[in-house]
């Protein structure tokens, strides 16, 4: 019996992302982004109660797996990260456009135009479903909620 497999990545994305994409530049773009994002005033304190400074390095290299798995289908990361969301108390709206926000200034910063384009609207998908997630178990309609508008980062 054939079992299916889960296409490669470079089935996936175009093959002008994938050549721009690898381990040195995932890394570069979660350092950067958690950097930042630990700074930040508005999702800075949900990151900085979540993750103790002790855990810090260990949580970096966590996703640096996840978006390893995710662009180059390495499948080293195999958690659920939407339970860890859901447990994060007063987790809103507020929170998801600024990480959006915060990742795509990132992403345009470090890459390419193509590459930033595809990891940009990529983190927009998860993190739109993460959120869709997140209102649902708080209990909020969201049969007519719209995804989020992208916005500037400060």
Same mark, same amino acid.
Request: aromatic share 10%; with cysteine; net charge positive.
């Given at each position: $019996?054939?079992?299916?497999?889960?296409?490669?990545?470079?089935?996936? $994305?175009?093959?002008?992302?994938?050549?721009?994409?690898?381990?040195?530049?995932?890394?570069?773009?979660?350092?950067?982004?958690?950097?930042?994002?630990?700074?930040?005033?508005?999702?800075? %304190?949900?990151?900085?109660?979540?993750?103790?400074?002790?855990?810090?390095?260990?949580?970096?290299?966590?996703?640096?797996?996840?978006?390893?798995? $995710?662009?180059?289908?390495?499948?080293?990361?195999?958690?659920? %990260?939407?339970?860890?969301?859901? $447990?994060?108390?007063?987790?809103?709206?507020?929170?998801?456009?600024?990480?959006?926000?915060?990742?795509?200034?990132?992403?345009?910063?470090?890459?390419?135009?193509?590459?930033?384009?595809?990891?940009?609207?990529?983190?927009?998908?998860?993190?739109?479903?993460?959120?869709?997630?997140?209102?649902?178990?708080?209990?909020?309609?969201?049969?007519?909620?719209?995804?989020?508008?992208?916005?500037?980062?400060?």
């Amino acid at each position: $019996m054939n079992v299916p497999t889960r296409p490669a990545a470079e089935a996936i $994305m175009p093959r002008a992302v994938t050549e721009g994409i690898d381990e040195r530049l995932i890394r570069r773009v979660v350092d950067r982004f958690y950097a930042q994002a630990r700074k930040d005033e508005i999702i800075g %304190p949900i990151f900085r109660a979540a993750v103790p400074d002790e855990r810090w390095r260990a949580h970096l290299d966590t996703i640096v797996d996840f978006w390893s798995s $995710m662009l180059l289908g390495t499948r080293r990361y195999d958690g659920r %990260p939407l339970r860890k969301h859901l $447990m994060l108390p007063d987790l809103g709206d507020e929170h998801f456009r600024r990480w959006l926000a915060l990742f795509r200034k990132t992403v345009e910063d470090l890459c390419q135009p193509d590459v930033a384009a595809f990891w940009a609207d990529r983190s927009e998908r998860i993190g739109n479903s993460f959120r869709i997630n997140v209102r649902m178990h708080h209990g909020d309609d969201v049969l007519h909620l719209k995804p989020l508008e992208r916005e500037p980062y400060p």
